[in-house]
């Protein structure tokens, strides 16, 4: 079985990671022949099942209560803990986000368990084990880049259960299944799984800040790296994003430099985005951006360096200073816009 | 009033600042060409220790970490900052370690400390980015964990208040000790080293513990106590595509933009 932990937003909604987790979750589920299951916690969760049939689950297991709302990390790890040691998954989804980052190594802990945190890819096969001689059928691959994304690593547990692995938001695509979808509600106790001692950490106050930013969901982006040279520079790119409709997107490189918000960072460590159009301005091209970008219909990279290894998948090349093109492209295309 | 808090650190390769000869032409890692430093968040959370030794001077800070001998040079940067006393756990048994044997590890380590009150460490090391030893040595040592803290509000007697910096916005959450608090990016930066304090501990050999000092179950450890297996690891192959190379002129790029006008792709 494979089980997805889900996460509620703000007003009381399945996040959408959780439903690409889903999505992902019933592929994984139809390689084994098994079954998808559902967690969620929170309260007030009145019909909350009927968000996630839809994505192909066949069993959506829901705990209400007041203490496990808002999040809180030892109320959800004694039911997701539990909830393993009596379901037995063979596999644990989460999203990679501040709720699943925070629970899911607790989870590993106390199951005595493998984790590989942040993947961009899951899939189904085989593993032999030289060493010992062994082999295994049906082993969860979580795939992610390491090392400053030099290097690209497959990582199993073929001995441990469940194999758990954290995924970022926008990683997987999200894909109804079948909006007729059938599959039953099973509503735990929660008083049987919290204590006393769960309530260690108390909220006090909560400041919950609407995404300004929204570039998950842009449909052309205008992106750019370290080579922006400065924050001011940054200011053409959004001139080029405005007239075009789309948003600004950057490198961890130009974030970690202040050329641009942290919501605006783009690849593994940050957002994962499928825009028509990426333009992509004084970006070189690690492997950790490209994992945020390289599924996007169409890319342009301007670029001083001719060997950018960024222009290796881009479908346009300009090769010349970003500060110099933008504003080029930003006339070019007020000239022919009807 | 005082406390006795143990930071976690790791002392780690500088993976933001990689050359062209990080990687050797096998594809494997050349550590020898990448600096190794104070793990960023680590510095963060040992200024938080240092804030509740400001207000309870009789507090004591112990900095500890995983590593090589030569992660002595991050003990001695922190004694020089204001910790108290630095312990390396040290043994060839502990490698291959996955983060849950590097927790377990450390966890037997902290126990071996005696008493404590509160743990800190930085969210994540940038050698790895995953974020899971805090959470997994706050379970094995059955304590209640406060994950990316920024400010440290107040600490009285058994209750401490912390904001919380999450995806979406900043919590307050009040906990009882003892705890464990990792420490995010977004917390002050960490005082600098003090110049007497530096020459006082400028030739300072930390105590080292090996893995029969801190008791553990042996086969927890290292590669043995590891569940996660690299399967395989690929040098990066950049997927090629027949791309177009656009000539940087006024009329190359115009033919560009009315191209992908046609096509709808901007409008």
Request: charge should be neutral; hydrophobic fraction near 40%.
């Amino acid at each position: 079985m494979v089980l997805i932990y889900c996460e509620l937003t703000e007003n009381a909604q399945i996040a959408d990671v959780s439903l690409e987790l889903c999505t992902k979750g019933r592929q994984l589920a139809d390689r084994l022949g098994s079954r998808l299951e559902a967690l969620v916690c929170g309260e007030s969760l009145n019909g909350i099942e009927k968000q996630l049939y839809p994505y192909g689950v066949d069993v959506v297991l829901k705990a209400d209560d007041p203490r496990l709302s808002p999040y809180r990390t030892l109320p959800h790890f004694a039911l997701l803990s539990e909830v393993i040691r009596e379901r037995k998954p063979e596999i644990v989804l989460m999203g990679a986000t501040c709720v699943g980052r925070d629970l899911a190594p607790r989870i590993a802990s106390r199951l005595r368990c493998g984790l590989t945190a942040d993947c961009t890819s899951l899939e189904i096969g085989d593993y032999e084990d030289k060493a010992k001689g062994k082999s295994y059928q049906n082993i969860l691959y979580q795939i992610r880049p390491a090392f400053g994304g030099n290097i690209i690593a497959t990582i199993v547990n073929p001995e441990t259960r469940p194999q758990m692995a954290t995924v970022r938001e926008g990683v997987m695509k999200k894909e109804l299944k079948d909006s007729g979808y059938k599959g039953e509600c099973v509503t735990l106790d929660a008083g049987r799984y919290l204590k006393k001692e769960d309530e260690a950490v108390r909220i006090v106050a909560r400041e919950i800040e609407q995404r300004k930013i929204n570039i998950k969901n842009a449909s052309i982006i205008v992106s750019g790296g370290y080579g922006m040279g400065s924050r001011e520079n940054f200011g053409m790119l959004h001139q080029l994003a405005q007239a075009l409709g789309g948003e600004v997107g950057a490198t961890r490189a130009a974030v970690d430099a202040g050329f641009a918000e942290g919501e605006r960072q783009i690849g593994q460590t940050g957002v994962t985005v499928r825009p028509k159009l990426y333009i992509a301005c004084g970006i070189s091209g690690a492997v950790q951006h490209r994992a945020g970008m390289d599924q996007s219909g169409k890319i342009i990279s301007i670029n001083t360096d001719p060997d950018a290894p960024i222009n290796a998948i881009a479908d346009y090349t300009i090769i010349g200073d970003a500060c110099k093109v933008v504003p080029q492209l930003i006339a070019c295309y007020n000239k022919n816009k009807k | 009033m005082s406390y006795k808090i143990v930071v976690l650190i790791k002392q780690v390769p500088d993976t933001q600042n990689v050359g062209p000869d990080a990687m050797n032409a096998d594809g494997t890692v050349n550590r020898a060409a990448l600096p190794a430093i104070f793990n960023p968040e680590d510095l963060k959370a040992l200024e938080m220790a240092l804030q509740v030794k400001d207000k309870y001077p009789e507090s004591r800070v112990t900095v500890l970490t995983m590593g090589p001998e030569r992660a002595a040079s991050i003990i001695r940067d922190a004694l020089s900052r204001g910790a108290d006393n630095g312990i390396i756990v040290s043994d060839i048994r502990f490698a291959g370690s996955d983060t849950l044997a590097t927790s377990y590890a450390l966890a037997c380590a902290i126990r071996k400390t005696g008493h404590y009150d509160l743990i800190f460490g930085g969210r994540q090391a940038i050698d790895g980015d995953t974020a899971q030893v805090g959470p997994q040595v706050a379970e094995k040592l059955d304590l209640p964990q406060v994950t990316y803290a920024e400010r440290l509000l107040s600490l009285k007697d058994d209750t401490i208040t912390l904001t919380r910096r999450l995806d979406n916005g900043v919590e307050t959450v009040e906990a009882t000790l003892p705890l464990l608090v990792t420490v995010t990016a977004s917390a002050p930066d960490c005082r600098y080293p003090h110049a007497h304090r530096l020459l006082q501990y400028a030739k300072t050999q930390p105590e080292i513990w090996n893995a029969d000092a801190i008791s553990p179950e042996m086969e927890r450890l290292g590669l043995k106590g590891s569940p996660t297996k690299v399967k395989k690891i690929d040098n990066v192959v950049l997927a090629h595509k027949e791309g177009v190379r656009i000539e940087n002129s006024d009329a190359a790029i115009g033919e560009l933009v009315v191209s992908l006008m046609e096509d709808h792709i901007i409008g």
